[in-house]
């Protein structure tokens, strides 16, 4: 059995019609193309650098995370450890959270200039306040 040559019908164009279907091709494809990049260049815009208010983290986020988590905490932005450790102070003590941040701020300022120049001297001072107030606590 002889195969049969495949034959495709393609329409007879003129030059003039052949360069008006390339013409058209192209803007067409040009079309989607600036689409593609106009997505890249919305997407690079909305990629921000923010500092976190605590410890001073610097981080790259998107816009939207940005203002979520000004939000949350009263127009400042904080890392994610920092706001976890705000979170906890919050369910220790149920204060504002301007008021959890400053404390939370202080604890790091303390941490900073204390316990990490002086680890031994800290620990020192940590088990002569804990022996401190455990004889205040067997006075009372
Ligand atoms: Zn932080």
């Not at 997407?43 to 981080?59: R, S």
Request: with cysteine.
């Amino acid at each position: 059995m002889k195969k049969k040559p495949l034959s495709f019908q393609v329409p007879i164009m003129n030059d003039h019609q052949l360069l008006r279907k390339v013409a058209s091709d192209v803007t067409s494809e040009i079309s989607k193309l600036s689409k593609y990049l106009e997505a890249i260049v919305e997407l690079d815009e909305t990629i921000l650098q923010a500092e976190c208010d605590c410890c001073g983290l610097k981080e790259e986020c998107t816009k939207e995370y940005i203002s979520r988590i000004r939000n949350s905490y009263s127009g400042r932005w904080v890392c994610g450890l920092c706001s976890e450790a705000v979170k906890e102070r919050l369910n220790h003590d149920p204060v504002a959270i301007e008021e959890a941040m400053i404390t939370h701020r202080k604890f790091l300022r303390d941490f900073n200039t204390n316990i990490r120049v002086n680890p031994k001297l800290s620990l020192t001072l940590a088990m002569k306040n804990l022996a401190k107030r455990s004889g205040e606590k067997r006075r009372n």
